[in-house]
């Protein structure tokens, strides 16, 4: 009797917590939502039209981060309806939610669902090969790209790789041939720049050759983090004899 009275009041106990968590709802961001690092991000919410809590009521909102718990905004009162604030350029991660106490407790009002993800802010695009140039196994070839936004707190990288369809230009999925790291040290630049890739001299030979440039970090791998920037050419290129 006493396991099923205390099984009853836990019950009880969630089912007040649940419906006090309720009270407000977060409208984006979302799991089905991906931000730039350094810009903005709009969190809105909606209060419980029983009023509970008040629109008085004062609010912290917080950023759940993968490593962190990050304050983006305090002592806002619930009527505002909505929080901006500028996401840090050099902040990235896979597994984000948002989070609304109220002001000066623990007391958690709600949570964002799902996850969402904030992704550095670094372009990176294929200059050259990128479609209809012709090369020779056993050459070396000058792989160029333009980077911008490059996040030099990161000291990004880039990784080079060539790649070839068995089957014929975008049909099926492609075989790695051969690939290299542009400079770690210092790093990657903003602007346009370049560096050398052989191709090996039992490359196959095939029209279907496409450069793929993907830009990461040691603060990316270290952190297992998987969404890093990459390009492609546009086209694909052959190696012929």
Known sequence: MKKTRLGIAIIIILFFSLRLSATIYISPPSGTFSYDAGTNLHVGWAIDPAGNPPASTRLSVWLRTDTALVQ???NIPAGNMSLDWMIPRTLFGEKMQVSIFREGTTELLSTSAGHFFIIPPT???VLSPNGGET???????LVRWRATDIVTEHRQFANIALYYYPSGCRIGGPVLINSSIAPNMPGIASGETGCRLTI??????S???FIEINVQSTEYAKRSFNRGRFDSSDGCFAVVR
Request: hydrophobic letters at 30%; aromatic letters at 10%; zero cysteines.
């Open 135 to 141: 090369f020779r196994p056993g050459s070396t070839i």
């Open 72 to 74: 983006i905004g305090r």
């Open 123 to 125: 372009r990176i695009q």
């Open 207 to 209: 029209s279907s050759y």
């Open 200 to 205: 090996p001299a039992t490359a196959p030979l």
